[in-house]
């Protein structure tokens, strides 16, 4: 199966674990990426707070290159996910933005493509059966809790990923590895967001409360698809849980090439829970 695939910047950057894995998962389910072709930033977290035709017109520019291929355009990172649904929704409801914008791109949005995440066409299309198939190593005592954040759910109307309130597209997925998801109610809560570097100690205090939770409903991992929230998660919480990318997971549980390397990326170091559960890295 072949998709369009935007990386993004933090692919390329602070979530290139992130990037390799999804990369490599994909190889191994038969997903044949084909990168939008010189694609651009896509305005996240900045453009969107400073110029608003600037927010649409930046994700507009590599949407308008992606429906040249006529492909699904598969977003891993969930702020670019939200960037793109925003700027494909403002376009089909505002033809005098969408006139604009298109003068600025110098190209065409038609809205002919769809923008999906990894979980979805993992799921939806190569199937729960064949990654079950795929798993060499089931994620036995590992017991995650599914962390969505704000960026792949919110709004609803807009993003219209899985169930606003209660998404369980991740947990499906975690199952299918063998893991065991924990039900909790804070999958989307706020981590703080870009607030990350300008007010960390918020960041702090919200992080700290939904570890706190993740322990309270058995959880002894965070699983998530998105770099802000990554990089809060693992590194803001005083004390933290391992926090995993779910392609992260789903290599090791497919024993491919990667996680020894992606695990010494991270803040909080996830190795002995991996040696303590006998889950090797190759």
């Known amino acids: 199966m072949n998709v369009s695939y935007y990386p993004g910047c933090s692919l390329h950057g602070t979530g290139k674990e992130y990037g390799q894995s999804v990369e490599a998962v994909s190889r191994a389910l038969g997903l044949d990426l084909e990168e939008v072709d010189d694609w651009c930033c896509c305005g996240a977290s900045s453009a969107h707070a400073t110029n608003f035709e600037l927010s649409v017109a930046l994700p507009a520019r590599s949407l308008a290159a992606a429906e040249k291929k006529g492909l699904d355009v598969m ?4 702020a670019c996910f939200n960037r793109f649904k925003a700027a494909q929704h403002h376009l089909a409801h505002d033809a005098a933005l969408k006139a604009k914008v298109e003068a600025t791109i110098g190209g065409t949005v038609e809205g002919t493509v769809s923008i999906r995440t990894p979980i979805d066409v993992i799921l939806n299309d190569v199937g729960v059966e064949a990654v079950r ?3 060499k190593t089931p994620l036995a005592g590992l017991r ?3 962390y969505y954040g704000c960026l792949l759910v919110r709004p609803p109307e807009v993003c219209q990923f899985d169930d606003a309130e209660d998404p369980v597209l991740l947990d499906r997925l975690m199952e299918a590895l063998g893991a065991e998801p924990r039900p909790w109610s804070f999958k989307t ?4 967001g870009s607030l990350t570097i300008s007010r960390t100690d ?3 205090r919200l992080v700290d409360r939904l570890m706190s939770m993740a322990r309270e409903a058995g ?6 698809a998105c770099p802000v929230c990554m990089a809060n998660l693992d590194m803001r919480a005083t004390q933290g849980l391992p926090v995993f990318y779910f392609s992260e997971l789903m290599a090791v549980a497919m024993g491919l090439r990667g996680p020894d390397k992606w695990a010494r990326l991270h803040h909080t170091d996830p190795r002995p ?3 303590e559960h006998r889950l090797y890295l190759w």
Not at 75 to 78: D, L
Not at 189 to 192: L, P
Not at 219 to 224: G, H, L, Q, R
């Open 75 to 78: 977003v891993p990172c969930a």
């Open 133 to 135: 198939e795929k798993v």
């Open 144 to 146: 995650p809790v599914s």
């Open 189 to 192: 809560d706020c981590c703080g």
């Open 202 to 204: 918020q960041v702090s």
């Open 219 to 224: 959880a002894n991992c965070v699983v998530t």
């Open 273 to 275: 829970l991996f040696q």
